[in-house]
């Protein structure tokens, strides 16, 4: 066998290829297993182009809660037992409305509670907060 030697110092002009077929390879395999992952379908019930029914906002009822403990329906003032009595007209309703609690930054915490503890014995449930600001 006979072997040549170099002779020339000139740099040898050629692309090791070998690691770029490596990483295609290995994003071969990658895309090979994601693509499954990217077709899965799944059931989705859209509402037809004629069943849609137009909604419309529940009313909104605001309670205020002041730093002494006083409470106001809609800006009217009202004690606990009015309270009672306007929850429960109000829950009986067709369509309750929304009930928007806006306490004081002074407002004891039973007081808050207490309303709100009313409101959802009555059988609101569709309670929001507010800054009494």
């Known amino acids: 066998m006979a072997f040549s030697a170099r002779v020339s110092d000139a740099p040898l002009a ?4 070998t690691p770029l ?3 295609l390879l290995v994003l071969l395999v990658i895309v ?6 990217l077709t899965h ?3 989705l019930d859209l509402p037809g182009p004629g069943k849609t ?3 419309t906002e529940p009313e909104t009822v ?5 730093a002494d403990g006083s409470m106001r329906w809609n800006d009217v003032p009202v004690d606990a037992a009015a309270l009672e009595v306007q929850l429960a007209i109000a829950a009986h309703r067709s369509e309750p409305p929304e009930l928007v609690v806006a306490p004081d ?3 004891t915490y039973q007081a808050v509670a207490g309303a709100i503890a009313a409101a959802k014995r009555q059988g609101l449930d569709r309670i929001d907060f507010m800054d009494a600001r």
């Not at 050629?14 to 290829?17: A, E, F, K, S, Y």
């Not at 605001?62 to 002041?66: A, M, P, Q, V, Y």
């Open 14 to 17: 050629q692309i090791n290829v």
């Open 21 to 23: 077929v490596d990483v």
């Open 32 to 37: 090979m297993i994601t693509s499954p992952m």
């Open 41 to 43: 379908e799944f059931k």
């Open 53 to 55: 029914e137009r909604q």
């Open 62 to 66: 605001h309670l205020s809660i002041g």
């Open 105 to 107: 930054d002074g407002a």
